[in-house]
Every structure is written in structure tokens, then in C-alpha cells.
């Protein structure tokens, strides 16, 4: 069975830094683009960030760009984000994603269930 | 950015009757390689996105049939053609043709009269 979990949110100061890790199982992880979504709470979908299945290509959303880092270790199967400068338009639930459309697309097909960050003083 | 526009926002159905909803881009979703990246998601309350549809009409394994996906170039449809009660919960579509950003309609929910 296909599975993604994220952890490593919780409560962090504007400013602050987190970094989010989702670990997969079930799937062949190296050949498949990861996606972060955020979704805040009460509201619509809004797409993050992706990575290649080899790290070689990576995007990011403008309200993100210089502040988060994907990232991905192969040998465990986990996709990171690490996120900087903080801020209270930042909060909300994160989920990871992965892509199951077809090789070298990076849609975000299978999600897991999502993990919360808040950010406040 | 390409902005997709759903509508109806809020969609309030009859057990066993259909359901539409619409799902309009501001440009054409045809890719170069001749495929349309449009995806269809339901999330239930409570729960994270799950894929319905992609690539416009091709269902996912364990969808039932009564969801079906039709469109072409800015105009979309998801469609449910007997409404059931683990239906509700809101829609949204996605592009993934012209990103980064991939983006998202603004969601439907459909809920039961």
C-alpha cells in the first residue's frame, strides 16, 4: 500500500524556522517527483514546491521562493522542507504528494494526510 | 498563472440525482505533447485531497464509475450521475500544463439536501 506521512510541524514564532519531513513506503520513491501543498484552514489548495525524483529539478511557488528548501534523501525514502523566515501567512496545513501520473511528470496524485504548522506569536 | 474559476461554489444535491460542476481556464489546457492536464481531486471532510481524475476523463482505480470527467481546451466538467452520500465534500480541479505554478480552482462543495 502506497503511503505518505508528514511530521514536524507544530506552533513557531514569525521569523522562525521549521523543517517538515515526509516518509513513503510502498512505492518506487527514486523515480518519482515529490510535491509540498499547503492548505489553510478553511480554505483552498495552494501548490508549494516539487522536486525531481533525482534532485536535479526543482520549483517553487513566488510566495515561498527564497525562504523554503526541498529536498530529498533517497536512501530514506523521505522528502524535507525546510522553511525559514516565517510568516504569519504561512500557517496551514502541509502535505506532501507524489507524482503517479507518469515518468517525468510532477503532478501531486497521492497525498498523505497532512501536518499542521502554525505560525504566531 | 493560469487561473481556473469553478463554479458553483456551493452545490446542495438530492441523493440519486446528478451533479456537475464546471471548471473554466483562462487559457487553453493543451500541452505540446497533444495531452490536457487537467486533474480532478475530492476531499471529504477531514480528510487530505484524493485524486479522482486526470488527464481530463481517465478515472483512478477505485473511483466509482458514477464520476466521469469531459472537456477540452478551457472548458471542464466533472460529473457524478447518481449522487451518494460518501459524495460530499468539496471539488476542486487542478492544471498542470503551463507551471510552475501548478494551480487550483477555488472548490465546490457539494453537499446533500
Known amino acids: 500500500e502506497m503511503q505518505l506521512l508528514e511530521s514536524g510541524g507544530g506552533l513557531v514564532q514569525p521569523g522562525g524556522s521549521l523543517r517538515l519531513s515526509c516518509a513513503t513506503s510502498?512505492?518506487?520513491?527514486?523515480?518519482?517527483?515529490l510535491t509540498w501543498l499547503r492548505q489553510p484552514l478553511g480554505k483552498g489548495l495552494e501548490w508549494v514546491s516539487v522536486?525531481?525524483?533525482?534532485?536535479?529539478?526543482?520549483e517553487y511557488a513566488d510566495s515561498v521562493k527564497g525562504r523554503f528548501t526541498i529536498s530529498r534523501d533517497n536512501s530514506k525514502n523521505t522528502v524535507y522542507l525546510q522553511m525559514n523566515s516565517l510568516r504569519v501567512d504561512d500557517t496551514a496545513v502541509y502535505y506532501c504528494a507524489a507524482d503517479q501520473t507518469a515518468p517525468g511528470t510532477f503532478f501531486p496524485d497521492l497525498w498523505g494526510q497532512g501536518i499542521l504548522v502554525t505560525v504566531s506569536s | 498563472d493560469v487561473i481556473l474559476t469553478q463554479s458553483p461554489l456551493s452545490l446542495p444535491v438530492t441523493l440519486g440525482q446528478p451533479a456537475s460542476i464546471s471548471c473554466r481556464s483562462s487559457?487553453?489546457?493543451?500541452?505540446?505533447?497533444?495531452?490536457?492536464?487537467l486533474t480532478w481531486f475530492q476531499q471529504r471532510p477531514g480528510q487530505s485531497p484524493r485524486r479522482l481524475i486526470y488527464k481530463v476523463s481517465n478515472r483512478d482505480s477505485g473511483v466509482p464509475d458514477r464520476f466521469s470527467g469531459s472537456g477540452s481546451g478551457t472548458d471542464f466538467t466533472l460529473t457524478i450521475s447518481r449522487v451518494e452520500a460518501e459524495d460530499v465534500g468539496v471539488y476542486y480541479c487542478?492544471?498542470?500544463?503551463?507551471?510552475?505554478?501548478?494551480?487550483f480552482g477555488g472548490g465546490t462543495k457539494v453537499e446533500i439536501k
Open positions: 487542478m492544471q498542470g500544463t503551463h507551471w510552475p505554478p501548478l494551480t
Open positions: 522536486i525531481s525524483g533525482g534532485s536535479d529539478r526543482t
Open positions: 487559457q487553453s489546457l493543451v500541452y505540446n505533447d497533444g495531452n490536457t492536464y
Open positions: 510502498g512505492f518506487t520513491f527514486n523515480t518519482c517527483a
